[in-house]
C-alpha cells in the first residue's frame, strides 16, 4: 500500500467507506436468494449446469446413443461406471451393443470426465439432485432403459473430414482398389492405411485451423502453443500413416 | 404530549394514603425494578431478533425464518436453549471473579439502560448531572470485562480482555469529547432536561448544525466501538481468540455477555437519539400548526423508539458493511483520528455557541 498524507488518507479512506455503504445499502432492497427449499420445491429451479445425477437421454423411439465402447469406464477415477457389452452379428458385420449401463449413484464424485470423453454425447449430468434414498444399492442404477439400442447413425456421420483428405490420402487411395488381392490381411492393412490417412488429413484440418487462430490472436500464448501441439500432432500422424502405406504397398507385393 | 408524571404522581399519592413512606418508597422500587428488568428482557430479544434480519437483508439474505413464522419464536428458543445449558467451572479458575464478571457487566449495561428518557415524565434515573453519570457508569462494565479475561486462566481470554479494555477505554475519550460538544451546544447534562429543551427549541442535530452533524457520524462510529462490535470486534476475534474475554464461558454466564452486548448497542443507540434528535421530543415545525398538532399525539415513547431504531439501522449498517479491523488500525483510528477530529469539533462547537451560529 502507497503510503499518503494524513487528510489524503483521510479523506480517501472515508471515500472508500462510503462505497463500501453504498453497496450494502442497495443490498438491504435487492431481491433476497434464500431459497426456501422444501416449501417451494414444486417451481424451485437448478442451474441447468448443476451436475445432480448421471444419465442417459433416450429419444422418442427408445433410442440412445451409446455404442458401449467403455471410454466413460475407463475415465472414471472410482469405478462408479461398469458398461456391459457383448458382440452382436448385423448384416455380416462384427458390433459391439450395449447390454446393461450400470452406473453407481454411491460412488460418483460428479468429475464429469464421464461426459466429456463420451464420443458420442451418449451421457448427460442431470439437475436432479433429490438422491436420497434408504439404500445403498437403491443407489446403483441402470441408465439404458429396457428394451432400448443405439441410435443409428445418419448417413454423413463424418462428414466434416471426409472430402479433405485427398490432399495427404492420395498417395494411399489409389493403392487400395489398385490390389486386386482377396487376401483379408492385405484388406485389413488397406483399411487401416485409409484410417491412418484420414487420422492424419484430420489433423492436418486441426492443425490449419489453430494456426490460424493463432495468427489471428498473436499476444495469445495458449493459441499459439495449442496450435505448435496441432502441427507436430499432425506431423506425427502423417508419418504414421506413410510407415503404413508403406506397408500396404510391401503386402501388396 | 402525554406526559407520564400523571401515572406515577397518582401511584404515589394512591399508596401513600394508605401506607407508611417506607413502604410507599419500597413498593415503587420493586416495580421500577420490574420495569427495568422486563424492558431489559424483551429489548435484548427485539435486538437479536432485529440484529440476525437485518444482518441477513445486507447480505441478500432471508435470515432465520424456520422456527414460527418468519423466524420469531428462533431467539426465544435460542434462550432456552442459553438457560439449560450447564455452567462449566474449571478447577483452576478464580472462582469468585469469574463467577461475578457477567453480573459485573450486566449490572453496569443495566443501569446506563435506565438513564434512558423514554418519555416526558418517564425517566428512572435523572438527575442533574446525568450525561457524566452515564459515562461514568457505562466504565464498570469494562472491569467485568477485564475481570473475565483474567479470572479465566487462560490466554485467548486475557488476550481478548486486554484488547477490549484499551479499546474501550480509548473510544470512550471520544465518546466523552462529543458529549461535551453537544453539552457545549444544550448547556445541561440533564437527559430530562436536555429532551424538554429539544422540544421547544429543536433537535440538537439541526441546532448544531455542521459541528454536531460531524459529532453524530463519529459518535456513530465510536459507538460501535464501544459496544465491541464489528468492525471493532477484535476483542471476540473468533478465528484468533477463540471468542477473547468469554470463552471459557457457557450457559447463561456467557448470555449474559451476550444479552449485555446487544443491551449495550440498544444504550449506544438510545443515548445517540437523545442526545443528537431529541429524545421523546417530537418533531416539531415552527409555524406548522396543523402538523405539529397532529404530532403532539403521537406519545413520546413511539418518538423515542422510532429514532432508537432508525440509530441501530445505521449502526448495523455500519456493522454489516465493513471488514474488521487489526488491533493496531483500531488503535490507530482513535488516537490518530478520532480524538482530534472530535477536539477540534468540541473547539467548533463552542465557538459556534459563543457566537451564536446555532438555529434556535
Known sequence: MENKSYFSGLFSGIKSLCTGLKVTGRELFTKKVTERYPENRKNNTVSERFRGVLAMPHNENNEHKCVGCGICEMNCPNGTIKVESEMVEVDGKKKKQLVRYIYDHGSCIYCMLCTRSCPHGAITFQPEFESAVFSREALVKQLNKPGSKCAEKPAPARPAVAPKPATTADVTTPVAPAAPESDDKVAKLVAAAKKAADNAAAAKVAAEEAAAKAAAAPEDADLKAAADEAAAKAAKLAIVADNVAKKVAEAQA | MFDFNIVTQWLDTLLMSFLPAWATVLIECVLVALAIITLYAVFAIVMIYMERKVCAWFQCRLGPDRVGPWGLLQVFCDVLKMMTKEIVNFRKTDQLLHRAAPFLVVTASMVTFSCLPWNKGAQIIDFNVGVFFFLAISSIGVVGILLAGWSANNKYSLIGAMRSGAQIISYELS??????????????????????QQENLGWNIIRGHVPAVLCFILYLIAGNAECNRGPFDMPEAESELTAGYHTEYSGMDFGYYYLAEYMNLFICAGIAATIFLGGWAAPLIPDWEMWNEIMLYVPGFVWFLMKVFFVLMLLLWERWTFPRL?????????WKYMLPMTMALLVVMAICVSFGFIWN
Open chain 2, 326 to 334: 487489526r488491533i493496531d488500525q483500531l488503535l490507530n483510528l482513535e
Open chain 2, 175 to 196: 465518546i466523552g469529547m462529543i458529549m461535551l460538544a453537544m453539552i457545549c451546544l444544550t448547556g445541561t447534562m440533564s437527559f430530562s432536561e436536555i429532551c424538554q
